[in-house]
């Protein structure tokens, strides 16, 4: 089952894909041309590449807690069921 956080992520994760990919084309062409960004390539690129980051660090810090919410489920699993097994 899919968790509210988990489809807002996956909306942010699709909403920036596209954005990503005309960054990627800026930096790629400027590579190309053995030059830095123009100041009007950057005012485009800057700021999808810092919501990119955002993205990412909420789709990391979202791996994160499930597993630490799978460990904590599995460690109590574990102590209620107590030595025995049952």
Same mark, same amino acid.
């Given at each position: ?12 994760? %699709?909403?920036?894909? +596209?954005?990503?990919? @005309? #960054? /990627? *084309?800026? =930096?790629?062409?400027?590579? !190309?041309?053995?030059? &830095? ?5 950057? %005012?485009?690129?800057? +700021?999808?590449?810092? @919501? #990119? /980051? *955002?993205? =990412?660090?909420?789709?990391? !810090?979202?791996?994160? &807690? ?5 460990? %904590? ?14």
């Amino acid at each position: 089952m899919t968790s509210m956080r988990e489809e807002r992520l996956q909306e942010r994760v %699709a909403e920036i894909r +596209p954005k990503l990919a @005309k #960054a /990627r *084309e800026i =930096a790629e062409k400027a590579e !190309a041309e053995v030059r &830095d960004l123009t100041a009007d390539e950057k %005012a485009i690129y800057d +700021p999808i590449v810092s @919501k #990119a /980051r *955002e993205v =990412a660090d909420a789709v990391k !810090a979202h791996r994160h &807690d499930q597993e630490v919410f799978a460990f %904590a489920k599995e460690l109590s699993d574990n102590v209620t069921s107590g030595l025995g097994g049952r």
